[in-house]
């Protein structure tokens, strides 16, 4: 399997957050979007502008995307809101009702990643409508991630597999086996090199992203996974 031709654009000046929002502002969004239950994922996003070789990117769109909390919940709603004010900009529904379990947002990409029932749907940053509907797993989808360039899609599920998407396209690029429980989450490294996944079945599992193969299982943990992030260095 290789996925080394298809990653990504050359990214000539990038300086990109995006980041996991800790318990208390999970819960100070559910406040604010007023979900009826509680919220189960949220993503906070700073982006400052970006100049891309070989692709136009507009300036304005990057500032006005600039500060915005996406969270989905047990409801089944998706609500984008306004880090600065914190005033809801947008809520609607988007898997049939069905809780929505992760949420993750590409500025550079210019969408929104949501995970649910056993489907990932793609949604437009500016219109939020639906680009693409990304199946194939067979039970629950319980981790989403994107790449920093926005041009990997990765998704955890029970069905104790993690695949990873092309965003262009929305073709499966591979399907990654071998964790003996439900995937709790999975992550990307920047360098676009691995990706992390954290299991129900207490390890993390380190996979090429070349070769789709499982370089090192992480052992140690007495009880479930619930969660990975690759550090910036």
Partial sequence: ISMANHLREECVYRECVCSELGCGAVMRVCELERHKRDVCGGVIVKCSVCVWRGARRDYERHTRMNHLIVSGGLSGEICVCDGRDFGVIRKWR??????????????????????????????????????????????YVTSVCVSDDGSLILSGSRDKTIRVWRSSSGECVCTLSGHTSSVRSVCISHDYGFIASGSYDTTIRLWSLSSGVCVKTLEGHTHRVLSVVFSYD
Avoid at 104 to 128: N, P, R
């Fill in 94 to 139: 988007g898997h049939d009702g069905k809780p929505v379990r992760s949420v993750c947002v590409s500025v550079v990409g210019g969408f929104i990643v949501s995970g649910s029932d056993y489907s990932v749907c793609v949604w437009d940053l500016e219109t939020y409508s639906l680009r693409q509907k990304l199946v194939g797993h067979r039970r």
